[in-house]
């Protein structure tokens, strides 16, 4: 699990993101998304969560599991901004 408080924790990892080939797509369930690794084939889910007005964000891959700030939950955390902006729109 890991802490979402500054703008420039990702940014390493939307690096990585930027130069995988992932696939980001939401799942049935409101803040959770599957990301998939078009270059191994391997997906992995993340979650974004409040807790106490902090955000946090968790991926299943073994990066996310030794709280690091994962190109997965990078690029899932981008496509979450742009759904949340919307939902505040609509
Ligand atoms: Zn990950």
Redesign the pocket.
């Known amino acids: 699990m890991i802490k979402l408080d500054s703008p420039d924790q990702l940014a390493n990892a939307t690096k990585h993101a930027q130069e995988s080939n992932l696939f980001v797509q939401p799942t049935s369930m409101f803040r959770q998304y599957r990301?998939t690794d078009r270059d191994n084939g391997h997906g992995?889910l993340?979650d974004f969560f409040v807790r106490n007005g902090k955000r946090f964000g968790h991926?299943?891959?073994?990066?996310?599991q030794h709280n690091m700030a994962?190109?997965?939950?990078s690029a899932a955390a981008a496509l979450h901004a742009c759904r949340a902006a919307e939902r505040q729109a609509a």
């Open positions: 990301v992995y993340v991926c299943t891959c073994k990066a996310g994962c190109k997965h939950l």
